[in-house]
């Protein structure tokens, strides 16, 4: 088994080509939607969910929540959660910006029951660097397990992750969504 999430969507670009390389692989995959971005294209995000994906919230405006203070950090994390509910998934879980977490951010996850994922290899394809780059790097994590994230609004991704799925099904993989 091998996670694949997107970051910083939903994307009016990339969200709906995303759903087509998942559905060709018959692979499932978590997307962490940004609330501001997921308010402004609803519709995205339930078709994510009607493709049976994992939506999980990556905060409202996408800050360093280390920088917030802990009523700051409990609205980032709850209104992006309360409007995915309001979708139809149930918003379990989350990912913070970046990374960046501590006591207080972990705390506030646990205190809206929200699991906080972070990942085990990043793609990078958001530098711009070649495709062929940032499916290297993704292969590279390739293990059972792992958590790779991506982003679906940059262009190049959508080919990264066909060829990261079909190399991922000759080893014996299977993408699936994280319970969120």
Same mark, same amino acid.
């Given at each position: 088994?091998?996670?694949?999430?997107?970051?910083?969507?939903?994307?009016?670009?990339? #969200?709906?080509?995303?759903?087509?390389?998942?559905?060709?692989?018959?692979?499932?995959?978590?997307?962490?939607?940004?609330?501001? @971005?997921?308010?402004?294209?609803?519709?995205?995000?339930?078709?994510?969910?009607?493709? &049976?994906?994992?939506?999980? &919230?990556?905060? %409202?405006?996408?800050?360093?929540?280390? @920088?917030?203070?802990?009523?700051?950090?409990?609205?980032?994390?709850?209104? #992006?959660?309360?409007?995915?509910?309001?979708? &139809?998934?149930?918003?379990?879980?989350?990912? *913070? *910006?970046?990374?960046?977490?501590?006591?207080?951010?972990?705390?506030?996850?646990?205190?809206?029951?929200?699991?906080?994922?972070?990942?085990?290899?990043?793609?990078?394809?958001?530098?711009?660097? *070649?495709?062929?780059?940032?499916?290297?790097?993704?292969?590279?994590?390739?293990?059972? &397990?792992?958590?790779?994230?991506?982003?679906? %609004?940059? *262009?190049?991704?959508?080919?990264?992750?066909?060829?990261?799925?079909?190399?991922?099904?000759?080893?014996?993989?299977?993408?699936?969504?994280?319970?969120?």
């Amino acid at each position: 088994m091998v996670y694949l999430t997107f970051d910083d969507g939903p994307s009016p670009t990339g #969200t709906l080509a995303m759903l087509a390389v998942l559905q060709r692989h018959h692979a499932k995959a978590t997307f962490f939607v940004i609330g501001e @971005t997921a308010a402004a294209y609803p519709n995205l995000v339930r078709e994510e969910i009607a493709a &049976g994906e994992s939506v999980g &919230g990556h905060t %409202w405006t996408h800050p360093h929540l280390r @920088t917030l203070s802990r009523a700051a950090v409990t609205a980032q994390l709850a209104d #992006t959660r309360d409007l995915i509910r309001s979708l &139809g998934a149930p918003a379990r879980c989350f990912r *913070p *910006p970046y990374g960046e977490t501590d006591s207080t951010v972990s705390s506030v996850a646990r205190s809206l029951h929200v699991h906080q994922y972070l990942w085990t290899t990043e793609s990078k394809d958001w530098t711009g660097a *070649p495709a062929n780059v940032d499916l290297t790097k993704a292969l590279a994590g390739l293990q059972p &397990g792992a958590i790779i994230v991506f982003h679906d %609004w940059v *262009p190049q991704t959508q080919q990264v992750v066909d060829q990261f799925l079909t190399i991922a099904a000759r080893r014996g993989y299977i993408a699936a969504a994280l319970p969120c």
